[in-house]
């Protein structure tokens, strides 16, 4: 491990939020990893078994869109602001997280904070919508197109970000589709290959994939070396896969042998429709809602990385590799 320094020579200090979260927890053991000194933003309820063995500090914040994160954000060299609200019951509660919840810490980080070196945004190509055809470059700002409330109350925090313009280094990173140890959404094409199965769509459909290890990195060199100014960069493995090539790529790299099993897009609306009902019985807002299958169903879920590859020197995992590295994780830990 290396020691990295801040523009005053001394450990660089960064405040994570959204820490004990699928991706925010890879942050956080990249940077400790880094010499970074990071203390993680975490509510008191929060579960932190992914950040058992990281040596971090903690402070507490009910993280709301009328938090005072005042005492947080002071003293620290930079913000990554990972948290996020991935499923809500209504459209309001990603309004209130993605996107009050993002202007009120960067208020924060002006009022208590204005020598802070970067503010790192973990949004979504969510945020930037699907794409055209598997060619199709990255919209211009202002031409995004998200097509659920997520993606559209990112985009919105993102642009409560532009009050740092001019004054605080911002850099927004837009992961596409992420795969890897600890996650719960893609874990489905895991599963179905342990079964011996392989999702075929009706209709194919073409989306890129990132290794969440590639996202931390991302993140780490953004904070070390990452350009200054306010920049946007999406994230994502350069190859296009479609559905039932992704099944057998890592069926190929375990060792499984898979049959084809065809999932017409109605099979999909009609089980987010009992996952939503379903969920009124219960606490937490369905897993799979109709709006998650808006998005699945999109043809094309594609975006140009250049960009991210020269600035952020960011070199992607294949799926060949990162899904044999995932899919033995998820043995290990019982998940299959």
Same mark, same amino acid.
């Given at each position: 491990?290396?020691?990295?320094?801040?523009?005053?020579?001394?450990?660089?200090?960064?405040? &994570?939020?959204?820490?004990?979260?699928? !991706?925010?927890?890879? !942050? &956080?053991?990249?940077?400790?990893?880094?010499?970074?000194?990071?203390?993680? @933003?975490?509510? *008191?309820?929060?579960?932190?078994?992914?950040?058992?063995?990281?040596?971090?500090?903690?402070?507490?914040?009910?993280?709301?869109?009328?938090?005072?994160?005042?005492?947080? &954000?002071?003293?620290?060299?930079?913000?990554?602001?990972?948290?996020? &609200?991935?499923?809500?019951?209504?459209?309001?509660?990603? +309004?209130?997280?993605?996107?009050?919840?993002?202007?009120?810490? /960067?208020?924060?980080?002006?009022?208590?904070?204005?020598?802070?070196?970067?503010?790192? +945004?973990?949004?979504?190509?969510?945020?930037?919508?699907?794409?055209?055809?598997? /060619?199709?470059?990255?919209?211009?700002?202002? /031409?995004?197109? $998200?097509?659920?409330?997520?993606?559209?109350?990112?985009?919105?925090?993102?642009?409560?970000?532009? !009050?740092?313009?001019?004054?605080?280094?911002?850099?927004?990173?837009?992961?596409?589709?992420?795969?890897?140890?600890?996650?719960?959404?893609?874990?489905?094409?895991?599963? %179905?290959?342990? %079964?011996?199965?392989?999702?075929?769509?009706?209709?194919?459909?073409?989306?890129?994939?990132? +290794?969440?290890?590639?996202?931390?990195?991302?993140?780490?060199?953004?904070?070390?070396?990452?350009?200054?100014?306010?920049?946007?960069?999406?994230?994502?493995?350069?190859?296009?896969?479609?559905?039932?090539?992704?099944?057998?790529?890592?069926?190929?790299?375990?060792?499984?042998?898979?049959?084809?099993?065809?999932? $017409?897009?109605?099979?999909?609306?009609?089980?987010? !429709?009992?996952?939503?009902? /379903?969920?009124?019985?219960?606490?937490?807002?369905?897993?799979?809602?109709?709006? *998650?299958?808006?998005?699945? %169903?999109?043809?094309?879920?594609?975006?140009?990385?250049?960009?991210?590859? *020269?600035?952020?020197?960011?070199?992607?995992?294949? @799926?060949?590799?990162?899904? *044999?590295?995932? +899919?033995?994780?998820?043995?290990?830990?019982?998940? %299959?």
């Amino acid at each position: 491990m290396f020691t990295i320094v801040n523009f005053n020579g001394v450990i660089m200090k960064v405040l &994570v939020t959204g820490a004990n979260g699928f !991706i925010g927890s890879h !942050i &956080v053991e990249e940077l400790v990893q880094q010499g970074f000194d990071v203390t993680c @933003l975490v509510r *008191k309820t929060s579960n932190l078994k992914w950040l058992s063995g990281c040596k971090t500090a903690f402070v507490t914040c009910d993280m709301s869109a009328t938090a005072d994160f005042g005492d947080a &954000v002071r003293g620290c060299d930079a913000i990554v602001h990972s948290a996020g &609200v991935l499923r809500a019951r209504n459209k309001e509660r990603y +309004y209130d997280f993605n996107q009050r919840t993002t202007g009120r810490l /960067a208020e924060a980080a002006l009022k208590h904070n204005p020598s802070l070196k970067k503010f790192i +945004y973990i949004s979504s190509l969510a945020a930037q919508g699907p794409s055209k055809d598997a /060619a199709c470059g990255n919209p211009e700002p202002g /031409a995004e197109n $998200p097509v659920t409330d997520y993606g559209r109350s990112k985009l919105a925090g993102e642009k409560e970000l532009d !009050i740092l313009r001019g004054k605080i280094p911002c850099t927004i990173l837009r992961p596409a589709a992420v795969y890897g140890p600890r996650d719960k959404d893609i874990f489905i094409f895991f599963k %179905l290959v342990s %079964l011996g199965l392989r999702p075929m769509p009706l209709k194919e459909r073409y989306l890129q994939l990132l +290794y969440v290890k590639d996202a931390a990195r991302a993140v780490s060199f953004a904070l070390k070396d990452g350009p200054g100014g306010f920049n946007i960069y999406p994230l994502a493995e350069k190859t296009v896969y479609g559905w039932e090539e992704i099944g057998k790529i890592i069926a190929r790299a375990v060792g499984k042998k898979t049959i084809p099993l065809p999932l $017409p897009g109605a099979a999909f609306r009609a089980a987010s !429709i009992l996952a939503e009902f /379903a969920s009124i019985f219960t606490s937490r807002p369905a897993v799979l809602n109709r709006q *998650k299958v808006d998005e699945l %169903l999109m043809p094309f879920w594609v975006c140009d990385t250049s960009k991210s590859e *020269k600035e952020l020197r960011a070199d992607f995992t294949k @799926l060949n590799f990162g899904g *044999k590295i995932t +899919y033995q994780w998820y043995k290990d830990s019982g998940w %299959l």
